[in-house]
């Protein structure tokens, strides 16, 4: 069903085969939208890449050696010496100083023959313990991973607590100042408005809008007195 739906939408028989060419080509409609809508050449975007690195090997010893080498005809060197590892007979019975080599190398190999078998018996008879010992070791040191981590974590859940609390008592000081300055605010606005009643009052008891609030006409004589003295007057 998935390669059939791909089949569908993209023309291709494999399922999540974006690179055919049906798959392809409606990324490819968008090149040359892409040059045309742009002043730019190919050659200035490479203009603004950094150059490239100098891959010649030309100038590399090796390489001019082997070089040398293939345009003389020459035969390829020897890879690794495995000689050491054979036992090869000397090429002439009769050749002293060669059995005398292949004697050398038999009893070099014959030693390290006799290294490996001893490396085994170790192996047969400390391995167990060496490997429990080794088993032993990464468990303790994962056991104090472990308590770390645990503590860790205790320290983190402690901090999240200290901060959990703090932010309640300070959200508790800051309702209690909210509602502080809302009673504040009400006593201002209860106290505005005693004022405007109190004015309007003082008004209407002056005569022809003498030293009423927002009139701009001078005062009474007697207003510097207070309101007692205008009162006395009416009497």
């Known amino acids: 069903m998935q390669g059939a739906g791909y089949m569908g939408v993209w023309g291709c028989g494999r399922p999540r085969d974006f690179l055919c060419a049906a798959a392809s080509q409606p990324f490819l409609a968008f090149i040359p939208l892409q040059l045309a809508s742009s002043a730019a050449t190919p050659a200035d975007y490479l203009a603004a890449l950094p150059p490239a690195p100098d891959f010649t090997l030309a100038n590399h010893p090796i390489a001019a050696a082997e070089l040398a080498r293939l345009a003389a005809g ?30 050398d190398n038999a009893r070099a190999q014959l030693e390290h023959q006799a290294g490996r078998l001893l490396n085994l018996e170790l192996l047969a008879v400390h391995g167990p313990r060496a490997a429990a010992a080794a088993a032993a070791h990464v468990e303790a040191a994962l056991k104090g991973v472990e308590r770390q981590t645990a503590t860790l974590k205790a320290d983190a859940a402690a901090v999240n607590r200290a901060r959990k609390l703090a932010h309640q008592r300070a959200g508790a000081a800051i309702d209690g100042l909210e509602a502080e300055w809302a009673a504040t605010v009400a006593k201002c606005g209860a106290l505005e408005a005693a004022c405007a009643g109190v004015e309007a009052d003082a008004d209407a008891r002056r005569p022809d809008g003498w030293g009423k ?3 701009g006409l001078p005062a009474l004589p007697g207003d510097a007195e207070g309101d007692g003295a205008v009162e006395m007057a009416e009497g």
Request: proline share 18%; glycine share 10%.
């Open 74 to 103: 020459a035969p390829a060197p020897p890879g690794l010496d495995t000689g050491r590892y054979r036992l090869d007979p000397p090429r002439k019975a009769s050749d002293l100083p060669a059995w005398r080599a292949a004697l």
């Open 213 to 215: 609030v927002g009139t």
